[in-house]
Nanobody
Framework: QVQLVESGGGLVQAGGSLRLSCAASGRTFSSGTMGWFRQTPGKEREFVARISWHSGATYYSDSVKGRFTISRDNAKNMVYLQMNSLKPEDTAVYYC????????????????WGQGTQVTVSS
């Protein structure tokens, strides 16, 4: 089992930046994928970004492309989400997740999840 813990959420003004961190412990998947998702009350969990542990290949949702950057430190089992040019619509609980799939943007394909960290972007 993989355990994930997010940190770095908080309150930021529109146009500001925030960096989220995800610490992974327990079993890790060297050929798997780490992802960031976000969710607001009453809405489906939304894909934000993913990164391959092995290759470092990244993929982003259209809504965050060019503003967010996902990265990883394999030696430290850490994944990061650098969020720049934040908008009020980015406000959500952000979740770190782990998957054995490649090229996955579906929350159903990520069996391991962190507890979430709140990101609030004010106008």
């Amino acid at each position: 089992q993989v355990q994930l813990v997010e940190s770095g959420g908080g309150l930021v003004q529109a146009g500001g930046s925030l960096r989220l961190s995800c610490a992974a412990s327990g079993r890790t998947f060297s050929s798997g994928t780490m992802g960031w998702f976000r969710q607001t009350p009453g809405k489906e969990r939304e894909f934000v970004a993913r990164i391959s542990w092995h290759s470092g290949a990244t993929y982003y949702s259209d809504s965050v492309k060019g503003r967010f950057t996902i990265s990883r430190d394999n030696a430290k089992n850490m994944v990061y989400l650098q969020m720049n040019s934040l908008k009020p619509e980015d406000t959500a609980v952000y979740y770190c997740a782990a998957s054995t799939y490649y090229s996955s943007t579906s929350s159903s394909q990520y069996p391991y999840w962190g507890q979430g960290t709140q990101v609030t972007v004010s106008s």
